[in-house]
C-alpha cells in the first residue's frame, strides 16, 4: 500500500511505531511532486529545503521517550497561495504579488506548526481567489489530474489537484462561493468549509471578507475531521471568530444515520443539473435511506438570485480589500508614470488580471453614489432571505443534500470567455456562504467522461459534526473515495 493511500490516523500510528520516518514522508511528497507536477502544475512554490530541514528535526523528537507529538506531526501539506506563510512567498497568483515574501504567519499556518505538519508548498489559484476554474492564475492554469484536458475547479484548484494526484497528504484552501468544494468535486477528494468564524481569517489575503472561510481538502472524510480539528478556534486576531467551542470530531464519525432526515431542495436538483450528476445523487440518497435516513424533497425558493447577490456582495467587498494593492507599499509598481494618480492606474492595470478588473469595476459600480441602493443594499436584503430559506428547512431536517455542482469539470478554455456562464456554474454552492453555514464535498459517482461526481452535504452553524458523520457514513458504504486517477494509479 502507498503511503499516500493510508489515513492519517494510519501514518501516525505507523511513525510511532517507527516503521516510517518524518523524513520518508517529506522525500514522498517531494518525489509524487517531481513526478506529476508537470502534468497537473498545482504548485506555485515549493520549499524542499525547509521541508527536508524541519523533517530531519521531527525525526530526532521521534527518537526521544515521552515527547508530545502534534496533532498534524510529520504530514506534509500544501497550503493555497493566499494564505500567508512566513518566510515562503505568497502571491495569491497575482504578478501584483509575484515576489511578496510575508514576515508573518497567519493564523492557521501557526495552528499547522504547533500541530507539527511540514509546510512543502503553496498551491496555484484563481487570482486573488477569483474564478472557478484554476484559468485565471497569473502564473498558469492547473490542470486536472483525471484529464489535463480539463479543469481542476477553483478558486483552490491546485488544492484540490495536488489532493488528487497525491502530492501532500493534506492539503488548505479558502472558499468564498465554492472554493473548496467545487474543486473538490471535479478532482474527486473531499473538501470542507466550516462554518463561518469557525476557522480564523487572520492572515488570508482578503477577497470577500464576509463570505470567506479557510478549510481542508483531503482524500476521505476522517482526515477532514482530522486536520479541522488542528485548524478550528477561536482567534482574537480576528474581528469575526466565533468564540465557540471546538466538539471533538473524530468521536462524531460512529457511521450511524439512522433516523436522519435530509432535505434535498428541489431548485439544486431538477432544471440545470445534468442527468449524470443527478441520478449519482439520487443513488447516494438511496444509499442513506437503506441505512436508516430518511429524505424528502424541499423547496428553498430564493435560491434562484443566489449568484447575482453573490457576485454583487463579493465584488463590492472585493473593490474595498484590493484597494491597498497600489503600488505604493508593496507588490507591483508601474515606473512610466508622471504622478501618483497615473502610477496608481498603471500599476493596477499591470498587476491584476482581467478578471480581477471585471469584479472591481462591477463592486466600484454597485457601491458607487445613485447605485448603492439598487445593488449592494437589494443583494444584501436578498441574503437575508437566503439565510430564512435554510432556517426554515432546518427547523425540520438535520442536513440539506444535493450536486455540489451542476455537472462535472468542464474542458480548459470551454467557459473563459463567458463570465456569466462561468458565475452560473456556482448555484449550488453559493448560497451557503451567503448563509455562512458549513458544507462538505465528497466523491459520488464518475461520469461516463472519467470526470469524477461531488455531492454536497449542509449543516446547520457550527454543526460541522454532523455533516462528518453523515460524510463519513456514505463514504464506508460506498468505494467512491477509493477511486484515483490514472496519474497515480499503481
Same mark, same amino acid.
Request: charged share 25%; net charge negative; aromatic share 4%.
Given at each position: 500500500m502507498s503511503l499516500f493511500d493510508k489515513r492519517l490516523a494510519e501514518i501516525h500510528r505507523d511513525l510511532r511505531d517507527k516503521t516510517i520516518s518524518v523524513s520518508d514522508l517529506v522525500?514522498?511528497?517531494? $518525489? &509524487?511532486?517531481? &513526478?506529476?507536477?508537470?502534468? =497537473? *502544475? $498545482?504548485?506555485?512554490? =515549493?520549499?524542499?529545503?525547509?521541508? #527536508?530541514k524541519q523533517a530531519k528535526q521531527l525525526d530526532e523528537r521521534l527518537t526521544k521517550q515521552g515527547e508530545e507529538l502534534g496533532l498534524l506531526f510529520g504530514l506534509p501539506v500544501g497550503v493555497k497561495d493566499n494564505i500567508v506563510t512566513e518566510g515562503i512567498r505568497t502571491t495569491c497568483a497575482s504578478k501584483f504579488l509575484a515576489n511578496y515574501d510575508p514576515i508573518y504567519d497567519a493564523t492557521v499556518s501557526k495552528k499547522l506548526k504547533a500541530a507539527d505538519a511540514v509546510i512543502v508548498g503553496k498551491c496555484n489559484m484563481d487570482e486573488f481567489a477569483m474564478g472557478g476554474s484554476n484559468e485565471n492564475s497569473g502564473f498558469f492554469a492547473t490542470r486536472n489530474p483525471w484529464n489535463p484536458g480539463y479543469v481542476p475547479g477553483g478558486s483552490s484548484g491546485g488544492s484540490a489537484a495536488a489532493m488528487a494526484a497525491r502530492q501532500f497528504f493534506f492539503t488548505l484552501g479558502s472558499d468564498t462561493g465554492g472554493s473548496i468544494r467545487q474543486p473538490a468535486a471535479f478532482c474527486g477528494v473531499v473538501g470542507l468549509k466550516p462554518t463561518y468564524g469557525r476557522v480564523s481569517r487572520f492572515g488570508l489575503?482578503?477577497?470577500?471578507?464576509?463570505?470567506? &472561510?479557510? %478549510? /481542508?481538502?483531503? *482524500?476521505?472524510?476522517?482526515d477532514s475531521a482530522y486536520v479541522l480539528q488542528a485548524i478550528a478556534g477561536y482567534d482574537p486576531y480576528d474581528s469575526t471568530s466565533a468564540n465557540v467551542d471546538v466538539p471533538d470530531y473524530l468521536?462524531?464519525?460512529t457511521g450511524d444515520v439512522k433516523g436522519l432526515r435530509i432535505g434535498v431542495p428541489k431548485e439544486?436538483? %431538477?432544471? %440545470?443539473? !445534468? /442527468?449524470?450528476? #443527478? !441520478? $449519482?445523487v439520487l443513488a447516494a440518497l438511496k444509499q442513506l435511506e437503506s441505512m436508516g435516513a430518511t429524505w424528502a424533497e424541499v423547496s428553498m425558493p430564493h435560491t434562484e438570485y443566489?449568484? /447575482?447577490?453573490?457576485?454583487l456582495l463579493s465584488s463590492s467587498e472585493a473593490s474595498s480589500n484590493l484597494a491597498r494593492f497600489d503600488g505604493v507599499r508593496y507588490g507591483v509598481r508601474a515606473d512610466n508614470a508622471d504622478n501618483l494618480i497615473e502610477m496608481y492606474k498603471e500599476s493596477r492595470s499591470q498587476g491584476f488580471g482581467p478578471e480581477v478588473k471585471r469584479r472591481i469595476m462591477l463592486g466600484t459600480y454597485a457601491l458607487s453614489s445613485g447605485y448603492y441602493d439598487a445593488y449592494y443594499k437589494k443583494a444584501q436584503q436578498v441574503r437575508t432571505l437566503i439565510i430564512r430559506d435554510f432556517v426554515d428547512v432546518f427547523n425540520a431536517f438535520d442536513v440539506i443534500l444535493h450536486p455540489t455542482t451542476p455537472s462535472t469539470a468542464f474542458k480548459i478554455g470551454e467557459n473563459i470567455d463567458d463570465p456569466v456562464k462561468m458565475y452560473l456554474e456556482d448555484i449550488c454552492t453559493v448560497p451557503v456562504n451567503l448563509a455562512g453555514l458549513p458544507a462538505i464535498s465528497i466523491p459520488c459517482g464518475i461520469a461516463q467522461n472519467g470526470m469524477p461526481i461531488g455531492m454536497q452535504i449542509v449543516g446547520r452553524t457550527f454543526d460541522e459534526s454532523t455533516i462528518l458523520r453523515v460524510a463519513h457514513a456514505f463514504e464506508q458504504a460506498t468505494s467512491h473515495h477509493t477511486r484515483k486517477p490514472e496519474l497515480v494509479r499503481g
Open positions: 522525500d514522498a511528497s517531494l $518525489a &509524487q511532486i517531481s &513526478q506529476t507536477d508537470e502534468a =497537473v *502544475k $498545482a504548485i506555485i512554490t =515549493v520549499d524542499e529545503e525547509n521541508a #527536508r489575503v482578503a477577497f470577500a471578507s464576509s463570505l470567506d &472561510q479557510i %478549510g /481542508p481538502i483531503t *482524500k476521505n472524510v476522517e468521536s462524531a464519525l439544486l436538483i %431538477g432544471e %440545470g443539473i !445534468d /442527468p449524470e450528476v #443527478r !441520478d $449519482a443566489a449568484v /447575482p447577490a453573490y457576485y
